[in-house]
């Protein structure tokens, strides 16, 4: 399917916004402007322009060109998935904010899901006996059972969240576990994580994901520290 000039368009904006060709708090140039230099109508421009405010990048002003967003402090969930498109390699910075954000709301929806669907999600297991030990079939179990416990929490807003991450969080868990001392400890993670499940022990089970998603944390900031201990 052909791209939309609308989708070209926002999307080399954005780029000039990353690269720092456009500033924070910088003005577009005019509808006008922008259509001839894109060699577009008008409609075409303004449709960039209100998919750039939506995901976070701009803000419009009634009888003026847009201004820049500081896309950190402005932008959503949507900014920072384009943010991560346009990087060929994830930053390893911005892994140690996505473990981060794991921390917090990991626990939450594992201790929803088993205080709701306990026997879903045990069977949600049954094919790690058979995962082999690469770098991409850990990153599909991991995401296999991050998105199947966020689907079976009775709160749909954590689904939502990781839905809008999906192919970003598979290329980060494919980069993390590309170090084999990751993938061994995923697995007493998981091995762990199940006993606490199958004894039907909730609390144990929370705190064990947690545990272990503080432990990614630390074992990433070795990696990033040339596997040193700070």
């Known amino acids: 399917m052909k791209e939309r000039s609308s989708d070209i368009i926002s999307r080399d904006i954005s780029r000039s916004i990353l690269r720092g060709e456009l500033a924070i708090q910088e003005s577009l140039q005019s509808e006008r402007d922008l259509a001839a230099h894109y060699k577009v109508g008008r409609p075409t421009i303004r449709e960039a322009l209100q ?25 959503n969930l949507m900014t920072i998935v384009t943010i991560l498109q346009h990087e060929e390699e994830i930053p390893d910075a911005f892994i140690i904010h996505m473990l981060e954000l794991r921390v917090a709301i990991t626990p939450a929806y594992f201790r929803d899901a088993l205080e709701n669907n306990r026997l879903k999600v ?39 969240i990781l839905n809008s991450f999906k192919d970003v969080y598979i290329r980060m ?58």
């Open 51 to 75: 998919r750039l405010e939506r995901d976070g990048w701009i803000t419009s002003r009634k009888g003026m060109p847009a201004i820049v967003n500081d896309y950190w402090k402005q932008g």
């Open 122 to 160: 045990i069977s949600l297991f049954a094919p790690f006996k058979d995962v082999a030990d690469t770098a991409e079939l850990y990153a599909e179990f991991d995401w296999h059972i991050q998105h199947g416990v966020a689907m079976l929490s009775p709160n749909p807003i954590y689904l939502l």
């Open 173 to 230: 868990a494919e980069k993390y576990f590309n170090d084999s001392t990751h993938r061994a400890a995923s697995r007493d993670y998981y091995d762990h994580l199940l006993k606490r499940v199958l004894d039907g022990d909730i609390q144990q089970a929370e705190q064990a994901v947690r545990d272990m998603m503080e432990t990614s944390i630390e074992l990433w900031k070795q990696k990033m520290n040339g596997g040193r201990k700070k």
